[in-house]
């Protein structure tokens, strides 16, 4: 509550005028938007992005190889999470049977153990923009088995549905004057 002793300033959006938006479908994860960030290999990973799916070599010499989405990439499309409960889902191959974990870096990672067949794997949980760590999603494979990872979504909700291609759209709304608020 704005107070003489405790003042907040005017905030507004579309000072020009105009206003961006972003919308989606269910899937919040851009992945055509990227040829290579947001994705960061972890130290000594021998990593490959294709059109739709990703190669992990993992370096034996280092425990937890895998590769990282930086969540300092996404924030914006990753704002309307914050707060919310939220399903990361991804279908994973590895070349002999492997256990990856997969997660939120510091909140939640959860074990899965792959094999030489596409598997979906889902994790759930409460998501918060300010204490997500440094990564939206860690895959990590703690063995040298290579394996690869597709059909990456991210969807508000606690249920693990069907993969959908993130169809992200911007338009222009114009406003004549910026909108303020307090």
């Not at 002793?5 to 055509?32: H, R």
């Not at 937890?64 to 991804?90: H, P, R």
């Not at 991210?154 to 909108?179: F, H, M, R």
Request: aromatic share 10%; hydrophobic share 35%.
């Amino acid at each position: 509550v704005p107070a003489a002793e405790a003042p907040f300033d005017i905030t507004n959006v579309g000072d020009n005028g105009n206003i961006t938006i972003m919308s989606c479908g269910k899937n919040l994860f851009p992945w055509n938007d990227y040829t290579a960030a947001p994705f960061q290999p972890n130290t000594l990973t021998s990593w490959e992005r294709t059109s739709d799916e990703i190669s992990v070599i993992p370096d034996i010499a280092k425990p937890a190889s895998g590769f990282c989405i930086w969540n300092s990439q996404v924030n914006k499309n990753f704002y309307a999470c914050d707060g919310k409960t939220i399903t990361l889902s991804c279908e994973v191959w590895a070349e002999s049977e492997t256990a990856l974990r997969i997660g939120i870096e510091n909140i939640k990672l959860q074990k899965f153990t792959v094999g030489n067949a596409w598997q979906k794997c889902s994790v759930t949980l409460d998501f918060m923009l300010s204490t997500s760590g440094k990564t939206i999603a860690w895959y990590a494979n703690y063995s040298d088995v290579p394996f690869k990872v597709r059909n990456i979504q991210v969807e508000i909700g606690s249920v693990a549905t069907d993969y959908e291609p993130y169809k992200g759209n911007t338009a222009e709304i114009t406003t004549g004057l910026p909108l303020c608020s307090v």
